[in-house]
């Protein structure tokens, strides 16, 4: 899972990526953990070798403009699955929804000279009447083109920004957008977000302040400031959690004496699919999964517990997994 931080030059994009990635990092990559308290329960418990965190890969993209993010950064977003756009509504030099607009600009413009460009290739290839294009593609590039010709981001139309056919374009209009408003720390609470819509998500923060907290090693002070400030997590918390909103992912855990791990997979897949995410012999092999929900859990805090009371739930390949679930998967290789 790859988020790309963009945005105007000195909008605070760095000193997010570094809240975000914690003190020590360098460079401008760097792999994060995403925050999970349900795997020191289930530790302490197990007593693992090891703990796996999910994690986010996060990219801050060196070169942008004090008014555009660029080529270069245009270029170097392709891969993501997300975006992370920080608007400086700090300063007061440029008003933050003006640079929101002009973001969006750029995203929908890219797009839409990757489309002129295929859509000139198409007409090329049907002059020679060489016909290799697929008519399918094509509809929908047209469609597409429609839309950001419009001033639409391709995400506002759900159905085709993820139609299979346009996948390989990676457009950036098309991905999920998390806008982070770095705004006075003063203001965090009543800052007034835009109102939410498909693929798109908001969030206030004070990026100077999330920065200097992760530098913190004391709990207790971490806390403190968090309650100054009026907010409920860090910002690391609060990106995780829009992040996996957005892309529609819960989280599922799997115990044993060697590792104690969480896993992402999109809402709705069932318990096959979540294995074979794991591993394709433990799909192949695919038996049963034996489940206990995050909430029997802690009513337990015993998996002998859950299985006398008949908590632990035997369930077959079509099992829509849920938040929290502790699965055992039985396979055979
Ligand atoms: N007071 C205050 N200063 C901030 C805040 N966020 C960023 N800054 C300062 O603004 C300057 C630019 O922040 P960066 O995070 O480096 O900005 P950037 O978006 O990475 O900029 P480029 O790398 O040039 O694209 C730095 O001096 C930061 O300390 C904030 O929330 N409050
Ligand atoms: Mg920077």
Redesign the pocket.
């Known amino acids: 899972m790859k988020t790309a931080i963009i ?10 990526f570094r809240a975000l990635a914690g003190p020590g990092v360098s460079g401008s990559r760097a792999m994060v953990k995403v925050p999970e308290p349900r795997l020191e329960p289930l530790s302490e418990l197990f007593r693992p070798k090891k703990i796996t965190h999910i994690e986010i890969e996060y990219l ?1 993209p ?1 070169g ?1 403009g004090a008014r555009a993010l660029g080529s270069r950064v245009l270029s170097d977003i392709r891969g993501v699955d997300c975006l992370l756009a ?1 608007l400086d509504a ?1 300063t007061g030099a440029q008003d933050p929804v003006a640079q929101k607009d002009s973001i969006e600009a750029e995203l929908v413009i890219s797009d839409m000279a990757v489309i002129e460009k295929k859509l000139d290739r198409i007409r090329e290839d049907r002059k020679k009447d060489r016909h290799l294009y697929d008519p399918l593609e094509e509809e929908l590039l047209i469609q597409a083109l429609q839309l950001l010709e419009h001033e639409n981001p391709l995400r506002t139309e759900r159905t085709l920004a993820r139609h299979e056919a346009l996948k390989g374009f990676a457009f950036l209009s098309a991905k999920p957008i998390l806008y982070a408003w ?1 705004v ?2 003063n203001r965090i609470m009543d800052f007034n977000l835009p109102a939410e819509e498909p693929d798109q998500a908001h969030i206030a923060f ?4 999330e920065r200097e907290m992760s530098e913190l090693e004391d709990q207790q002070e971490v806390e403190e400031f968090m309650r100054d400030l009026g907010v409920t997590g860090s910002v690391l918390d609060r990106v995780v959690s829009k992040t996996f909103e957005l892309l529609g992912l819960i989280t599922y855990l799997t115990t044993a004496e060697k590792q104690v791990r969480a896993w992402p997979l999109k809402r709705g897949r069932n318990a096959w699919e979540a294995a074979g995410a794991i591993h394709s012999d433990i799909q192949k092999g695919f038996i049963r999964a034996e489940v206990l929900s995050w909430e029997d859990f802690l009513r337990c805090k015993s998996f002998k517990k859950a299985k006398e009371l008949g908590l632990l739930r035997l369930e077959g390949r079509e099992y829509i997994v849920q938040d929290g679930d502790i699965i055992t998967f039985r396979f055979n290789v």
């Open positions: 945005g105007f030059s000195g909008s605070g994009k760095t000193e997010l801050d060196p942008g920080v700090f770095n006075n720390e004070s990026a100077r302040l």
